[in-house]
C-alpha cells in the first residue's frame, strides 16, 4: 500500500525500508526554509533603509537593529545557501563516488557503498551490501535507486524561490501603491514573477502527484549474486493508483567509461544489453492491490560479469519501467552483482 508519510520505519536486515527521498527532502526543505528567509529579510532591509524617509510608512533609525538584521540574514543565507549545495551533491551518490568527485573530479555511479574485496574476484564489485535485507517473497529484497531525486530538489527550490521572490514584490506593490509611488516597472517585474511563481507551482505539484499517485517499487530475487549459465526466479510488487499500458521487468546492463580530454574529465554511458524479463499489458493498480508477478531470469554463459575499475564500469540492473498517460511514466533500477563462475 502506497503512503504518503512514515514517522517510524521498520529495517529489513541492515537496510531500512523506507527510502531515503523522504531524509533528503527534508534536509532540503530545511535549508531552502533557511534560504528563503534570509533572502526575504535582505530584500526587506535594503527596501526599507535605502528608500526615502517619505516613501516609508515606519522606519526606526539605522543602529543595532540594522547590523543584527544583516548579520542574522546573511548567516541564514550562508547556511541555506550551503546546505542546500552539500545535499544536492549527497543524494544518490555512494561514500567511494563522493571520494571520487574530491580526489579525481570523476563521475562514476558505484552500486555499493563498498569498493571490491581484493582477497576474491579483483575488480568485481562486493555484492555483501546488496544482500543485507531480506525478501518476504524470495531470498533477498534489492536497493532501488534514486533516478530522478535531484530534478525534484530542483523543481522544489525553484518553486520556493519564485514564490519568496513573488511575495516580498507584492508586498513591496502594495505599499508602494498606499504612498501613491506606484511605477510600471514594478508592476512588469512583479507579473513576471508572480507568473514564474504559478508556472513553478503547479509543475512541483505535479511532480508531487507523480511521485504520491506512483507508489514504492519492491523488486526481490532468488539468490544473489548471480552467476552465468545459472536460473533464478524475480518477484515484482508495484504499489500506488494509477492505470499503465505496459509495465516490463528488464535485465540492463550500462557501460560506463571515464577518460581525460585536455583538462576535462568525460564520462560516457551507454547501455549495452537490455533483455525483456516481463511484460504486462493494461496494468490497473489500486492502492489496496498492487500488482505482483513472479518471472524466471536465466543469465546467459556468455554474459560478461560486473567489473569496477578506475576508469571503466560494467554494470548490471533489473530495471521496472512503467509507460502510462503523462505523468504515469517512470523507471526504477534495481542494482545486482554478476559474478565470474569459480572454477574449481
Known sequence: MSRWFRVWQKKRGRRRTGSRLAGSVGEASFFGLLLLLGGIVQVYVFIRYTQSPSAVLLEPPVGFQFWLMVLISTSFLLIGGGGLVLTALQTGTSTERRAALVKRAADIDLINDELPSLSEHPGV?????????????????LPVIQTQTLAFLATGFLCLVCNGIAIVLLLVLFREWVTGNLQIALIALTSFFGAMAGWASVFFVRQVRMRG?????????SDHPLHPGDAYEVYMSQCGRLHLQTLEVLLVCEEE????????????????????????????????????????????????????????????????????????????????????????
Open 257 to 344: 567509461v571515464t577518460y581525460r580530454q585536455g583538462t576535462d574529465v568525460r564520462t560516457e554511458r551507454r547501455v549495452v544489453v537490455e533483455e525483456l524479463i516481463h511484460r504486462g499489458q493494461d496494468c490497473q493498480i489500486r492502492r489496496e492491490q498492487p500488482y505482483e508477478e513472479r518471472c524466471p531470469l536465466q543469465i546467459s554463459e556468455k554474459t560478461m560479469h560486473s567489473f569496477q575499475g578506475q576508469h571503466n564500469v560494467i554494470q548490471w540492473k533489473l530495471m521496472v519501467r512503467g509507460q502510462g498517460t503523462g505523468w504515469q511514466s517512470f523507471e526504477r533500477g534495481f542494482p545486482v552483482v554478476i559474478a565470474p563462475v569459480v572454477s574449481e
Open 125 to 141: 564489485p562486493d555484492h555483501k551490501s546488496l544482500n543485507n535485507s531480506p525478501g518476504v517473497e524470495l531470498r533477498y529484497r
Open 213 to 221: 499517485g506512483i507508489g514504492p517499487t519492491t523488486v526481490e530475487i
